[in-house]
């Protein structure tokens, strides 16, 4: 397998990379993230990963380089269609995250997408996983907004800090996909770009 370059600032896609055991750059593309939020959160998690790992493809000379981009986006799906929950801005909307988000079964997508640096080409899909949340009351969400773990987050909670308390199951999907990285799928990405 080439090198690889990590397209994306997260500490927690460069934690779960570490722990598969991938020996990796990174460069943070600093792409605009804005997308068209009637779209399905499949296409939106894409779309944002394969921009990430473009952006960084194209303005570097490794050549011989696999440059891996992801996304991840906490979605509802309502009866007039999906609403889709970003990183809150501030702590007012963290708490409305929460609030929305509490006693509902919502999907987290993470979109994956490597670029071969060699000739351009593009592998690329995602993993979908049902988050099961239980009724998180209000005196929770004020501990937990208080405690700064919603910062950076999409949807504004951390299943691999201390939210896990508010999840009952997870349907369909990883638990490292929650987190913002699909392992799994990332190999085959990877391996796939490699032959």
């Not at 308390?165 to 990405?189: I, K």
Request: charged share 30%; proline share 3%; aromatic share 6%.
């Amino acid at each position: 397998m080439g090198r690889i370059v990590l397209a994306s600032a997260s500490p927690r896609r460069r934690r779960l990379l570490e722990e598969a055991g991938f020996e990796f750059d990174v460069r943070i593309s600093g792409v605009d993230e804005s997308h068209d939020p009637s779209e399905n959160p499949e296409v939106i998690a894409e779309s944002l990963a394969r921009r990430k790992a473009t952006a960084v493809a194209e303005s570097s000379e490794l050549d011989e380089a696999l440059y891996l981009g992801a996304d991840t986006v906490v979605a509802l799906e309502l009866e007039e269609g999906w609403t889709l929950l970003g990183k809150p801005a501030d702590a007012l909307e963290a708490r409305e995250m929460l609030t929305r988000l509490s006693g509902t079964r919502h999907a987290v997508v993470t979109g994956v997408c490597v670029v071969r640096g060699a000739d351009g080409e593009v592998f690329q899909g995602s993993e979908r996983t049902w988050v099961v949340m239980r009724e998180i009351t209000p005196a929770e969400i004020e501990a937990y907004v208080a405690s700064g773990e919603w910062e950076d987050k999409a949807g504004g909670y951390a299943i691999q800090e201390t939210a896990d308390a508010f999840v009952e199951a997870l349907e369909g999907g990883g638990f490292d996909n929650v987190v913002g990285l699909p392992v799994g799928l990332t190999r085959e990405l990877l391996s796939a770009a490699s032959d």
